[in-house]
């Protein structure tokens, strides 16, 4: 099983707290350091501000060298397919063939109102989001010398020189959410990978078989995508260093303890084990709240990863 790092920059992070974390998981040997994609923070004040997703990516495929880089999601409603295309296979060329990229339909209204973006109906932003996953992923796949096309409710794009391509032969797509009908599609259609977040385990086992029933219904080897879930993880040597990250990010034990993997390296390991049994996960994303504490990182990576 792979472990991953997930941060949550809107709750307030600059880029050099991410850089530190990135290293930090880099040298730790993690597989990839990931970021939210959005503009404000869901509590507190958020300071110093948001980061930019792709921005902050750019920065740190020239300041990391190995881990791989990506967003879990890049919000539809903030960007155009075209530019997004663009602006993605930029990242993967400057980090040498590190990217992965998720997209998502946009959820949260208060930071569009807050910026100014439109925030359509929800048919509407999965209408958007299944153009963009069209739109990006035909830009990356079109032969060179080629040109692509499309003609959609909300994007058209005409004759279009497909330019830039990726450094990656095929950047992996990662498609997630609970939606019971049109994620599992989307994600039969265009996904390398599917991501659970912050769901339990018997939803996570329901919501895998639905896309597993997509992927046959669409002529599909449901093994060719990876499962995932993202979960805030909340890890101490004892008790009392659990109780204390616990309290550094303002939330309760008993609730990290039944919703994430907290607790002690060994109770984690068993936690993440009835999590591989039961809904065949291979990859976790750690979402690590307190940025500051790199010593969590380290932790992890030190007595949990080795006994996966």
């Not at 958007?128 to 739109?135: G, K, M, P, S």
């Not at 830009?139 to 005409?158: I, M």
Request: hydrophobic share 40%; with cysteine.
């Amino acid at each position: 099983m792979e472990l991953r790092i997930f941060t949550e920059p809107q709750q307030g992070a600059s880029y050099d707290d991410l850089l530190a974390v990135a290293r930090t998981a880099e040298a730790a040997g993690y597989g990839a350091f990931f970021r939210s994609d959005h503009y404000l923070a869901m509590s507190g004040d958020g300071l110093p501000g948001p980061t930019d997703a792709w921005i902050t990516l750019a920065g740190l495929a020239r300041d990391t060298e190995r881990i791989r880089l990506g967003t879990l999601m890049t919000a539809a409603t903030f960007r155009h397919p075209g530019p997004l295309a663009i602006s993605v296979a930029q990242v993967d060329a400057m980090s040498g063939g590190r990217v992965e990229f998720g997209l998502g339909a946009g959820w949260f209204e208060a930071e569009h109102t807050a910026y100014g973006l439109p925030f359509p109906s929800t048919k509407e932003r999965f209408e958007r989001y299944a153009e963009q996953l069209e739109v990006v992923t035909g830009l990356w796949g079109t032969p060179d010398g080629g040109t692509f096309s499309f003609e959609g409710a909300h994007y058209r794009l005409v004759d279009s020189p497909a330019l830039p391509k990726p450094a990656q032969a095929k950047i992996p797509v990662l498609v997630g959410g609970l939606g019971p009908k049109r994620t599992p599609a989307l994600a039969a259609k265009y996904a390398d990978e599917f991501n659970l977040p912050f769901a339990g385990v018997d939803a996570a086992v329901e919501q895998f078989a639905r896309v597993d029933a997509a992927c046959e219904a669409a002529g599909r080897d449901p093994g060719e995508i990876t499962r995932s879930v993202a979960l805030v993880v909340c890890v101490g040597r004892d008790g009392a260093e659990v109780a204390r990250r616990a309290g550094r990010i303002g939330r309760e034990e008993a609730e990290l303890r039944e919703n994430g993997l907290t607790g002690t390296p060994a109770e984690v390991v068993d936690k993440l084990g009835t999590w591989r049994e039961r809904t065949g996960i291979s990859r976790v994303y750690l979402q690590v709240l307190d940025l500051a504490d790199l010593d969590h990182v380290e932790l992890v990576a030190a007595e949990v990863a080795p006994q996966l």
